[in-house]
Structure formats: C-alpha cells, structure tokens
C-alpha cells in the first residue's frame, strides 16, 4: 500500500497582499483545504485559551506568536481533515515559524511551493485601510499596520529568500483584480500538482 504524504503549498506576502481572497480561489477550483495561520489563532484567542491574552498582544502589535502555539493548531486542523492538499497561509513568518516547522513536519508532509504574493506597500495599505471599515480586526488600522509591514520586511521576507534559494518560491505579481491575479496562481498550482 503507497501512502502518500500531506502536501503543503505555503501562502506568503505582506498583509493586504490577498493571500485569503486567492485562497479561497484555490480552494474552489483545486480543492485544497485552506488553513490560515492567523485565522486559527483568532479563533484560540476566541475560545477562551489560556494563550488568549498572549496571543491578542502579539496580533495587536504585529508581533510573531511563538511557534510551538501555532504549530500545534496548524496540526491539529491537518491532523482532523480527510482531505490532505493544504494552502498554509501566513506561515512560516520568522525563523523561530521555520524552526519549529521543520522540526515538526520534516519527512511527515511535502512542501510544495511557497506562493509569495507580492504587492507594493502602498497598495497593501490602501486595501487593508478598506478592509478595516467592515473586518472588525484589531489590527486592520494605520498603528498596527505599520507595525505589521516591519515584522514583514526584517522577519517574513528572509523566509521567503530562504525558500528561493530551495528553488520553491513562485512569484505572484499581486496589484492586479483577484480574477488577473488567479491566472499566475492557476499555473503555478498546476505546475506543482504534476
Ligand atoms: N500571526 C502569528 N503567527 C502566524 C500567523 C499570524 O503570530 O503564523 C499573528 C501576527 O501577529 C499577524 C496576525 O496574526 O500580524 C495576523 O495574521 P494574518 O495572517 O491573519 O494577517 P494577514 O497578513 O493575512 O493580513
Ligand atoms: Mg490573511
């Protein structure tokens, strides 16, 4: 009998960079089982976790959550789904993120790819100032995102070189509408699943 191993596309780029709303489109057309790493912890904020307080200062301040919180959430949301194709968004975003998965998961599942949403500062800002209106967030306003932009660029982005240099990044050019956006994003899903 061949077990095949979970496979594991991760979903980077800055905050605004519309790694959800792609997700979502993966989701829809490659079934993928989308888990984003920021969407769990709200929800282990939400249910009353003794990490709540922890975890809402890290998010408030666009700090990094210590991996050993995430990584547990991560896999237990793996670990209950039938389906093993998953669209990790928001992680690994520090070396700390990269640490703890590569001690946890090497060997277990198979990384793909990592989809680097790139999209200008600018833009990002303007979208998650939108986005604040209606997201009811407590980090979608001009104090957390500036924090959140430096957390970005010192810690995420040398993830992202750290993968280029594996040969795993694809580039998406991320200015366009969600429909030009997803046609990069369709190819780079079909290169990964051949
Ligand atoms: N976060 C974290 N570790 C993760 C993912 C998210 O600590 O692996 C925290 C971090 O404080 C981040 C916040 O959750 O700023 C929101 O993350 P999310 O991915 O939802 O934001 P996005 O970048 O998609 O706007
Ligand atoms: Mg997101």
Known sequence: MSLQKPIVAFVLGGPGAGKGTQCEKIVKKFGFVHLSAGELLR??????SKD????????KDGKIVPVEITIALIQKAMEKSSVKKFLVDGFPRNEDNLQGWNNRMTGIVDVKCVLFFDCPEEECIRRIVERGKTSG???DNIHSLRKRFNTYKEQTMPI?????KLNLVKRIPATGSPDE????VKEAIDSILN
């Not at 992202?160 to 280029?164: L, Q, S």
């Open 52 to 59: 709540g307080n922890l975890i809402q200062n890290c998010i």
């Open 181 to 184: 956006v997803f046609q990069d």
């Open 137 to 139: 967030r407590s980090d």
């Open 160 to 164: 992202i070189e750290h993968y280029e």
């Open 43 to 48: 929800n282990e904020r939400d249910s009353g």
